[in-house]
T-cell receptor
Framework: GENVEQHPSTLSVQEGDSAVIKCTYS??????FPWYKQELGKGPQLIIDIRSNVGEKKDQRIAVTLNKTAKHFSLHITETQPEDSAVYFCAASTLMDSNYQLIWGAGTKLIIKP | DAGITQSPRHKVTETGTPVTLRCHQTENHRYMYWYRQDPGHGLRLIHY???????DKGEVSDGYSVSRSKTEDFLLTLESATSSQTSVYFC?????????????FGPGTRLTVL
């Protein structure tokens, strides 16, 4: 079955610098890759996603890239701000029992240093 | 939180007692999910529903049961709670997009089993 690995588990960057979080997946049939941000005490919130027919997608300071050949995708945050501090999760969609499920990475705690 | 509420938001119970968590949505989405979140494990799927009275097991379903008698409500029951079920439980909903589904999360329920 699908397996998603996420690195690093913790990332500390200076405010204003860029942050990159990477995920790899195992199921070559996976076709949808969302990223979620989870703030303390809240549920995960979808921040950006990418379909397998696209290599890169941007939304203001965040971007996601996908390399289907290598089976990895990454989240890029530029000009980081204190409010970017949170736990970020990647996921990959896979077909299981005739329904699409999300398989999740273990999460990355992003710390923005002032 | 995308029209999703969870109740209760916090609960403390004793080992061996039954517990029911409720997820309610106002989006009329077809799919509903129950996840648990534990440190180092990310999000793990317990059960999901793909329609009224249609449910299936996820990765960590042992010790849990679910019911969906109406589109808007999805109940998670711990028949006899154990300390290993101490966790934060999240409900999610999604609509069928054909080859993938975006999931939106509720605020979570923190359950402590003593």
């Amino acid at each position: 079955g699908e397996n998603v690995e996420q690195h690093p588990s913790t990332l500390s960057v200076q405010e204003g610098d860029s942050a990159v979080i990477k995920c790899t997946y195992s199921d070559s049939a996976s076709n949808y890759f969302p990223w979620y941000k989870q703030e303390l005490g809240k549920g995960p919130q979808l921040i950006i996603d990418i379909r397998s027919n696209v290599g890169e997608k941007k939304d203001q300071r965040i971007a996601v890239t996908l390399n289907k050949t290598a089976k990895h995708f990454s989240l890029h945050i530029t000009e980081t701000q204190p409010e970017d501090s949170a736990v970020y999760f990647c996921a990959a969609s896979t077909l299981m029992d005739s329904n699409y499920q999300l398989i999740w990475g273990a999460g990355t705690k992003l710390i923005i240093k002032p | 939180d995308a029209g999703i509420t969870q109740s209760p938001r916090h609960k403390v119970t004793e080992t061996g007692t039954p517990v029911t968590l409720r997820c309610h949505q106002t989006e009329n989405h077809r799919y509903m999910y129950w996840y648990r979140q534990d440190p180092g494990h990310g999000l793990r799927l317990i059960h999901y529903s793909y329609g009224v009275k249609d449910t299936d097991k996820g990765e960590v379903s042992d010790g849990y049961s679910v019911s969906r008698s109406k589109t808007e409500d999805f109940l998670l029951t711990l028949e006899s709670a154990t300390s290993s079920q101490t966790s934060v439980y999240f409900c999610a909903i999604s609509e069928d997009r054909g080859s993938y589904n975006e999931q939106f999360f509720g605020p979570g329920t923190r359950l402590t089993v003593l």
